[in-house]
């Protein structure tokens, strides 16, 4: 990641919830292909997500809606995962795996964490504001994007449609 992103997504922070916009009810385009390690060496693919629900978020140590918004995700993921969802949380922090691992045991982060690579971001487009996250369907397309902090009503709101698709 280089410096001009990180500070775009630094001044972008303080913006997020003002400019947060919920996506419309449509797909939006395939999720961008990616395999990728997580912090802790696995590989993660996006062909391997196909067939689930999954909820992309990108998002950074020091951004604080991100960590806001971390419980959520994480008690959403254990409530869910055994019903075919998945969350990836798309790290833009500049620093090491062993740097973010024990960010990740201080909140419990129980969903694969990747220090997403400029080429992702590029793929994915979040736009120049953290957290920003999508919900990708069982087809792989994505079918939300939210700039700003995700809620749990949110998550539950799409997860029930998107499972009955």
Same mark, same amino acid.
């Given at each position: ?26 797909? =939006?385009?395939?999720? %961008?292909?990616?395999?990728? %390690? ?25 951004? %604080? ?5 971390? %419980?959520?995700?994480?008690?959403? =993921? ?28 201080? =909140?419990?982060?129980? =969903? ?54």
């Amino acid at each position: 990641m280089n410096r001009l992103l990180s500070l775009l997504l630094a001044a972008a922070v303080a913006v997020a919830p003002a400019c947060a916009q919920g996506g419309r009810d449509s797909a =939006y385009g395939p999720m %961008p292909s990616f395999t990728l %390690p997580d912090i802790e060496g696995a590989k993660v693919s996006s062909a391997a997500l196909k067939g689930k629900i999954v909820v992309v978020n990108f998002w950074a140590t020091w951004c %604080p809606p991100c960590r806001a918004e971390i %419980p959520d995700f994480v008690a959403f =993921y254990e409530a869910h995962k055994s019903e075919g969802l998945e969350i990836i949380g798309f790290s833009v922090d500049e620093m090491s795996a062993r740097d973010i691992k024990p960010f990740v045991e201080k =909140y419990k982060i129980s =969903y694969p964490v990747i220090l997403v690579d400029r080429e992702t971001v590029r793929a994915f487009d979040p736009g120049n504001a953290i957290p920003t996250t999508f919900i990708v369907d069982k087809q792989g397309r994505i079918r939300y994007k939210q700039v700003g902090l995700m809620d749990r009503e949110t998550l539950d709101t799409w997860f029930g449609r998107l499972s009955k698709e």
